[in-house]
């Protein structure tokens, strides 16, 4: 791939990744649980690549091409949004209580941020309308691969900053627990935000 092209996309991608949403606030909520901040990251790289190969493929094209997907994507990230920002925000000083549970609610970290970004549908028209502008068809490599390559580089700034962002959290602030306790809430109130305009920008669309 031409040098341009991948640092023109890195430019847009670190500026996007660096914009804070529920992924943010879920690797904050992560940050101030110790160690869930690894399967937290890790969790949503996996949802973005998922996303990476689906576009690649050429599915993506087709889900959004198709009446109606669109809507039950935002219904049930958005729902899932609502309740994991709920639970956040009643229980934001919760902590694991023993190894075993320690290892069960890893791999629940791990699974949540798969949700976070995998279900997320902006994640998605993002990645099926951004993606593909910087590919070229006369390229040495496929488009599917370029879209690959694309597609980790923007989760190599997603793992930087969201990584940043936990450690920050957790150095910052579990020597302040108020302030940890406020942090987490803000966490879920703004998980629950996210939710709530992607419910305002789907029934709009619906009204238009």
């Not at 341009?4 to 991608?13: D, E, G, N, R």
Request: net charge positive; hydrophobic share 55%; with cysteine.
């Amino acid at each position: 791939m031409e040098a341009s092209l991948l640092t023109a996309f890195w430019i847009v991608s670190i500026s996007l990744v660096m914009v804070p949403g529920a992924d943010w606030a879920y690797v904050i909520s992560a940050g101030l649980r110790g160690g869930a901040v690894a399967p937290a990251v890790g969790g949503m790289l996996a949802g973005y690549l998922a996303i990476t190969l689906i576009v690649a493929a050429g599915v993506g094209t087709l889900v959004m091409s198709v009446p109606g997907v669109l809507p039950v994507l935002t219904a049930v990230g958005g729902a899932y949004l609502v309740w994991l920002g709920i639970r956040t925000f009643m229980r934001p000083s919760e902590l694991p209580a023993g190894r075993a549970q320690d290892e069960r609610s890893r791999w629940r970290w791990t699974l949540r941020g798969f949700a976070i970004s995998g279900l997320n549908p902006k994640a998605i028209l993002l990645f099926v309308a951004l993606l593909p502008q910087f590919t070229r068809r006369d390229a040495l490599w496929p488009v599917s691969t370029q879209i690959v390559a694309l597609g980790l580089l923007h989760m190599i700034n997603c793992a930087s900053v969201y990584s940043v962002v936990g450690v920050g959290s957790k150095a910052i602030l579990t020597t302040r627990p108020t302030a940890a306790r406020r942090v987490s809430q803000l966490s879920g109130a703004t998980m629950i935000v996210v939710a709530v305009i992607l419910f305002a920008e789907q029934a709009f669309a619906f009204m238009r």
